[in-house]
């Protein structure tokens, strides 16, 4: 999968409203949400966003978590998608950080926003693809 498809996926899937809303989770102007986006995106792991990969071990595939990000401070998502989203939210944050000269401890708490929409624009891709 493109980094840069995902990427626009992903803007797309979080729209104006939320990308300010993550902006100002991170005090930064959309303009720098955007590039945390693109950052985070490219920061993934590649089993996670590998087009016709499997999902994270363990994980049944990212169909089931279609809801979890229907918006940025939608709920928690399930046990298995938490544990996947809590294994990768540290090393991508450090990575984004250093990316975008933004805090880690504000970029992994904009992850938590992010990361389920990430992983909703994920699941679509795939189920366009079957």
Known sequence: MGDEALQKDVLDE???DRV?????ELGTDADGA???VRETVAALPEDL????GAA????????GFGGL???LGGGPGGGLMSGVLGRITK?????????????????ARALELLL???????????GRKR
């Open 14 to 16: 979080l729209g104006e």
């Open 20 to 24: 300010q809303e993550l902006a100002g």
């Open 34 to 36: 955007r590039r945390m």
């Open 49 to 52: 966003t590998r087009e016709n």
């Open 56 to 63: 994270p071990a363990g994980a049944a595939g990212f169909g």
């Open 69 to 71: 990000g229907q918006g």
């Open 91 to 107: 090393p991508v944050a450090e990575t984004v950080a250093r990316r975008t000269g933004l805090p880690a401890a504000q970029v």
């Open 116 to 126: 389920p929409v990430v992983m909703t624009a994920i699941a679509k891709r795939r």
